[in-house]
T-cell receptor, first 115, second 112 residues
């Protein structure tokens, strides 16, 4: 149980393109979803937290107009990287949990490469 | 967030037990101790968590010190597939920020 599916697994696109990443909880209701970013040889860094039906809360230094997060249902959250540039190239990972007492379960990540 | 300290790397042999330590001397009463692991090019995988008592599941055991200032993740019989970065993370379920703060973790190397 507690499976989180993330799509796509990898994407390569040109600079200036917008890219959407989907995160789905397959067998539980994801009251809260999280988006992380991981650069090579570094640890995961939390970007934002979203609760179903509410606006996302962004961490300091993360541009909310660049990284648009939608969490419209209890099983789906999307992250859209708008007007992506090479410095946005990274490994983006989502996680989800039901109640606060439950652990977070992670997707397999999306490797984003901006040319 | 209360901070954790882990060794940068550890090495073990296949089919032997592995004990991964974690220090968290500033842990608060509402902090749960969580362990995740991350294989190369994958998202982290939940391993185990606990508050005060030792915990066992199909993946591992978690031994928590009586004063809760340290804990040990125990893999009873390591396999090559257990080679990963292991993260010890404190989560406050009492309120406040809910996202996980990942440190550098312990890079576990398993020798065949």
């Amino acid at each position: 149980g507690a499976v989180v599916s993330q799509h796509p697994s990898w994407v390569i696109c040109k600079s200036g393109t917008s890219v959407k990443i989907e995160c789905r909880s397959l067998d539980f209701q994801a009251t809260t979803m999280f988006w992380y970013r991981q650069f090579p040889k570094q640890s995961l860094m939390l970007m934002a937290t979203s609760n179903e039906g509410s606006k996302a809360t962004y961490e300091q230094g993360v541009e909310k107009d660049k990284f648009l997060i939608n969490h419209a249902s209890l099983t789906l959250s999307t992250l859209t990287v708008t007007s992506a540039h090479p410095e946005d190239s990274s490994f983006y990972i989502c996680s989800a949990r039901d109640t606060r007492a439950q652990p977070q379960h992670f997707g397999d990540g999306t490797r984003l490469s901006i040319l | 967030d209360a901070k954790t300290t882990q060794p940068n790397s550890m090495e073990s042999n296949e089919e032997e037990p592995v004990h991964l330590p974690c220090n968290h001397s500033t842990i608060s009463g509402t902090d749960y101790i969580h362990w995740y692991r991350q294989l190369p090019s994958q998202g982290p995988e939940y391993v185990i968590h606990g508050l005060t008592s030792n915990v066992n599941n199909r993946m591992a055991s978690l031994a928590i010190a009586e004063d809760r200032k340290s804990s040990t993740l125990i893999l009873h019989r390591a396999t090559l597939r257990d080679a990963a970065v292991y993260y010890c993370i404190l989560r406050d379920v009492g309120g406040g920020a809910d996202g996980l703060t990942f440190g550098k973790g312990t890079h576990l190397i398993i020798q065949p």
